[in-house]
């Protein structure tokens, strides 16, 4: 089932986690296996901030938290080890969970073999690298993982999530979303629906030399999209193109670091509900997660079938 969610303010900066927070919260009853984050904040004019684990969550009270943290420190010490090795200069770390980082780093060469190099190390996944993005996922509800991670301090101007039932994979990260668009810093996916030409797509995809982390369908759209501004094309160019290219149901939201899109496949079997005014853009799959924003009586509508809109900050 799921839900997914994205607002984006025109004009101004807000504290777009707490926002995110409370629209993916009122969408808990449609997916309570993980909540993922992508948050467009303030930014790094000169730096890259890259956010990425080193395990899995096995939960609270485990006696494998403690067994995997010897684990987890050779494998933060060998991403460190290649950060040199590529030339990477990081200006600050910092550890949320005994498996998660967050580095603010300068490097000026090519983000896809830093990824490569990067995700080398076992069980190691880049979860997004950008100026701005910030893209954190995890099990539990939104209320959780926002604590879990400080969520509710980021401020920005836009931001897109999504609460996950899990159907085709298991109940992991790795699984969840958002799906940082590889290898393009600032540009993240969240999908409700099912692709049915997946694995034909992804092997394509592959042979290209693109990267899967998981066996989640959702993740294709994140690689595909990726694929296509590889060539040149235009976010908005390549999501059109998604909608007769990629097979199934689907209703996605996308961002950038300047931008949301949506987009929804011609049979518009998946539901969004869309708020937009002269300054703010609010996107649920129910309109409960809107009116977490603005409790008082607004004009919504449910997107055309086969449609794609894109707004800018």
Same mark, same amino acid.
């Given at each position: 089932?799921?839900?997914?969610?994205?607002?984006?303010?025109?004009?101004?900066?807000?504290?777009?986690?707490?926002?995110?927070?409370?629209?993916?919260?009122?969408?808990?009853?449609?997916?309570?296996?993980?909540?993922?984050?992508?948050?467009?904040?303030?930014?790094?004019?000169?730096?890259?901030?890259?956010?990425?684990?080193?395990?899995?969550?096995?939960?609270?009270?485990?006696?494998?938290?403690?067994?995997?943290?010897?684990?987890?420190?050779?494998?933060?010490?060998?991403?460190?080890? +290649? !950060?040199? @090795?590529?030339?990477?200069?990081? *200006?600050?770390? &910092?550890?949320?969970?005994?498996? #998660?980082?967050?580095?603010?780093?300068?490097?000026?060469?090519?983000?896809?073999?830093?990824?490569?190099?990067?995700?080398?190390?076992?069980?190691?996944?880049?979860?997004?690298?950008?100026?701005?993005?910030?893209?954190?996922?995890?099990?539990?509800?939104?209320?959780?993982?926002?604590?879990?991670?400080?969520?509710?301090?980021?401020?920005?101007?836009?931001?897109?999530?999504?609460?996950?039932?899990?159907?085709?994979?298991?109940?992991?990260?790795?699984?969840?979303?958002?799906?940082?668009?590889?290898?393009?810093?600032?540009?993240?996916?969240?999908?409700?629906?099912?692709?049915?030409?997946?694995?034909?797509?992804?092997?394509?995809?592959?042979?290209?030399?693109?990267?899967?982390?998981?066996?989640?369908?959702?993740?294709?759209?994140?690689? +595909? !999209?990726? @694929?296509?501004?590889?060539?040149? *094309?235009?976010? &908005?160019?390549?999501?059109?193109? #998604?909608?007769?290219?990629?097979?199934?149901?689907?209703?996605?939201?996308?961002?950038?670091?300047?931008?949301?899109?949506?987009?929804?496949?011609?049979?518009?079997?998946?539901?969004?509900?869309?708020?937009?005014?002269?300054?703010?853009?609010?996107?649920?799959?129910?309109?409960?997660?809107?009116?977490?924003?603005?409790?008082?009586?607004?004009?919504?509508?449910?997107?055309?079938?086969?449609?794609?809109?894109?707004?800018?900050?």
């Amino acid at each position: 089932m799921c839900g997914i969610a994205g607002l984006i303010h025109k004009n101004k900066t807000v504290n777009i986690g707490k926002e995110l927070q409370d629209m993916l919260q009122a969408l808990k009853h449609r997916g309570p296996d993980s909540t993922g984050f992508a948050l467009y904040g303030e930014g790094h004019d000169n730096d890259f901030l890259m956010r990425f684990k080193v395990g899995e969550n096995v939960g609270e009270g485990s006696s494998a938290i403690n067994e995997g943290a010897e684990i987890y420190d050779l494998r933060k010490a060998q991403v460190d080890k +290649y !950060l040199i @090795e590529l030339g990477a200069t990081v *200006i600050k770390e &910092e550890q949320i969970t005994p498996y #998660s980082f967050k580095y603010i780093l300068k490097y000026d060469k090519d983000l896809m073999e830093f990824s490569k190099k990067i995700e080398s190390v076992e069980m190691v996944e880049i979860l997004s690298i950008g100026k701005s993005l910030e893209l954190v996922k995890d099990l539990g509800d939104a209320g959780v993982v926002s604590n879990q991670y400080g969520l509710h301090k980021i401020k920005g101007t836009h931001g897109i999530g999504h609460t996950r039932m899990a159907t085709e994979s298991g109940v992991d990260i790795r699984s969840a979303h958002p799906f940082w668009g590889y290898p393009f810093s600032d540009v993240s996916v969240v999908h409700n629906g099912q692709l049915t030409n997946y694995w034909n797509n992804r092997r394509a995809l592959e042979r290209k030399g693109m990267r899967f982390m998981s066996e989640c369908d959702s993740e294709l759209i994140a690689v +595909y !999209l990726a @694929e296509k501004m590889r060539k040149g *094309i235009s976010l &908005e160019e390549g999501m059109n193109a #998604s909608l007769t290219e990629l097979d199934g149901v689907f209703t996605y939201l996308v961002a950038t670091i300047d931008s949301l899109g949506m987009a929804k496949d011609t049979m518009a079997a998946k539901p969004m509900v869309l708020y937009e005014s002269d300054d703010l853009i609010a996107l649920g799959s129910e309109e409960i997660a809107i009116r977490t924003l603005l409790p008082q009586e607004i004009d919504t509508y449910d997107p055309y079938e086969g449609e794609v809109k894109v707004w800018q900050i």
